[in-house]
Nanobody, 126 residues
């Protein structure tokens, strides 16, 4: 079973930056796209960004495009989410998960991902 561990969250003022990491281990992790999702209190899990198996074809939610950058390094078994110019509406628990199967284009709904980590809290104050 694939295991994912998110880290790098914290509290930051609006306009600040954080870099989230998603360390993964287990079978065939490099065969799957990875997605970042977030869940604000009382909300459903929301798509943030995803990246292909070898780092190709990154996709972003409109709300974060131009501010966040997703990347991955399979040699280090880690995916990243660089978050710049953070806004209070970015406050949420951030999760990473693996895409189910190998569809193209990359899907952007949470039901297409599994093997979620436990999440890391990001809090942005105004």
């Amino acid at each position: 079973q694939v295991q994912l561990v998110e880290s790098g969250g914290g509290s930051v003022q609006a306009g600040g930056s954080l870099r989230l990491s998603c360390a993964y281990s287990g079978r065939t992790f490099r065969f799957y796209a990875i997605g970042w999702f977030r869940r604000a209190p009382g909300n459903d899990r929301e798509f943030v960004a995803a990246i292909g198996r070898s780092g190709e074809s990154p996709v972003y939610a409109d709300s974060v495009r131009g501010r966040f950058t997703i990347s991955r390094d399979n040699s280090k078994s880690t995916a990243y989410l660089q978050m710049n110019n953070l806004k209070p509406e970015d406050t949420a628990v951030y999760y990473c998960g693996f895409h189910r199967g190998v569809p193209e284009p990359i899907r952007t709904t949470a039901d297409q991902y599994d093997s979620w980590g436990r999440g890391t809290q990001v809090t942005v104050s105004s």
